[in-house]
Nanobody
Framework: QGQLVESGGGMVQTGESLRLSCAGSGWRFGSYAMGWFRQAPGNEREFVSSITWGGGRTYYRNSVQGRFTISRDNAKNTVYLQMDSLKPEDTAVYYC?????????????????????WGQGTQVTVSS
């Protein structure tokens, strides 16, 4: 089935940056699209960003566009989320996820229903 392990979360102040990493194992990492989602207390899990298997296309939710950058290094089986200009509303647990084998690009890469392997999450807290 595979495993994902996130790292890089922490507590920062408004305007600062963090880089999240997610290491995958147990499958051919470079063959799958990957995504990041987040969940704040009392809220549903929401899409943040995703990237196609080769990194050629990326997707972002509107509120992070221009501040967050997703990337991947298939040789290291790792996907990253660079988060700049962080805001208190970015506070959440961030989850890395693998898209289903047939989900290659498009709108489905923004929907958690189409992701089948999830990490344990990493906490990001942004103070004002």
């Amino acid at each position: 089935q595979g495993q994902l392990v996130e790292s890089g979360g922490g507590m920062v102040q408004t305007g600062e940056s963090l880089r999240l990493s997610c290491a995958g194992s147990g499958w051919r990492f470079g063959s799958y699209a990957m995504g990041w989602f987040r969940q704040a207390p009392g809220n549903e899990r929401e899409f943040v960003s995703s990237i196609t298997w080769g990194g050629g296309r990326t997707y972002y939710r509107n509120s992070v566009q221009g501040r967050f950058t997703i990337s991947r290094d298939n040789a290291k089986n790792t996907v990253y989320l660079q988060m700049d200009s962080l805001k208190p509303e970015d506070t959440a647990v961030y989850y890395c996820a693998r898209a289903g084998a047939t989900i290659r690009n498009g709108e489905n890469l923004m929907n958690s229903r189409f992701f089948d392997v999830w990490g344990q999450g990493t906490q990001v807290t942004v103070s004002s």
